[in-house]
């Protein structure tokens, strides 16, 4: 089952929409024929459920004689457009002073091309709307700034190669993706190592999981599942982890040969 999380904002704006709605005497029914929504998107909207999209925002406002009151809360719906748990991980990671993560089936968000990061989230169910897409892709590609703007941190990737295989936007995409990969495994900071099948360990299909070491040396390790995600701090948990990591890590070819691995899949594509 996937998060449900219902921003403040999101509730906020909804209850005000709906306080205008009945003052100015008007059903759902009446608000969605006029808006050119649904009767039930007019209720999750006043929900919270859902983000109220502009145009409706826009139109009601003038229906219900708010005079700019109604619309302007939209300036403010793109505050929690990150789940608290993103959030966290986020803030966790643009003060951590080292980098590591394990992917099992999917090409690591830092290294993800647009069109990867477009077509994995558009992909999801239930879909998202069109504008949450986007807000969630900025907020990755912002985030892959990271590699060359923090030249001094270590980031170490190791993925199985089940997730190199996976043609995320057809043929030329992958193969798009896949230089992708090359090129930032160049990154004078970035350590990228290919798992090959023939030296998987069943841990590895286990979820992936992103390893930070804190400005305080404290360690922590978000651990990443279906539609979840875990902040591991006890130390002896921690140390397990990372004891997984290296021993999957170990096995893993080394970055110049995992770049020849991805420029011979190239190739062949």
Partial sequence: MGEVFLPINHRYLGNQFMMWRQEAEMTREEVAEAVGYSAEMVRSVEQGRRACPPRMAEIADELFGARGKLKAGLSYLTRDKIPNRSRDFMESEAIAISWRSLEGLLIPGLLQTEEYARTLMSGVWPPAPQEAVEERLAVRLGRQKQLRDRPTVPFGFVVFEAALHVPLGGVEAQKRQLLHLAESAELPNVTFQILPYERAVPSVLSGGM???????????????????????????????LEQKYAKISAQALGPEDSVKFIERMVDRL
Avoid at 220 to 233: K, R
């Fill in 210 to 240: 992103v390893l930070l070491e804190m400005p305080e040396l404290r360690r922590v390790v978000y651990v990443m599942g279906q539609s979840m995600t875990e902040l591991i701090t006890e130390p002896k948990d921690v140390s397990n």
